[in-house]
Nanobody, 122 residues
Framework: QVQLVESGGGLVQAGGSLRLSCAAS????????MGWFRQAPGKEREFVAVITWSAGRTYYADSVKGRFTISRDNTKNTAVLQMDSLKPEDTAVYYC???????????????WGQGTQVTVSS
């Protein structure tokens, strides 16, 4: 079982940037994918971005494409979500998660972090 811990959330003004990190402990296999999801109050958890652990291929939700960048450091078992040009609608709790499958829905992810709050003021 992989344990995940997110960090880096906070309060930022619209147009600003935040950098989220996800530290993983336990074995991360080469076929794993690490994804970022977010959940705003009263809404369902939604996909944000994903990266394949071995090749580093990435995929983004349309709502964040061109503003967010996902990356990983295999040597440190860490994934990063760089968030630029933030908007008030990006306000949510952000979670990292690990999946063995090429999936975007939360149900396909096995391990989850505790989440970190991101608040973007207008």
């Amino acid at each position: 079982q992989v344990q995940l811990v997110e960090s880096g959330g906070g309060l930022v003004q619209a147009g600003g940037s935040l950098r989220l990190s996800c530290a993983a402990s336990g074995r991360i296999y080469s076929n794993y994918r690490m994804g970022w999801f977010r959940q705003a109050p009263g809404k369902e958890r939604e996909f944000v971005a994903v990266i394949t652990w071995s090749a580093g291929r990435t995929y983004y939700a349309d709502s964040v494409k061109g503003r967010f960048t996902i990356s990983r450091d295999n040597t440190k078992n860490t994934a990063v979500l760089q968030m630029d040009s933030l908007k008030p609608e990006d306000t949510a709790v952000y979670y990292c998660a690990v999946s063995r499958y090429p999936a975007l829905e939360p149900g396909s992810y096995d391990s989850w972090g505790q989440g970190t709050q991101v608040t973007v003021s207008s």
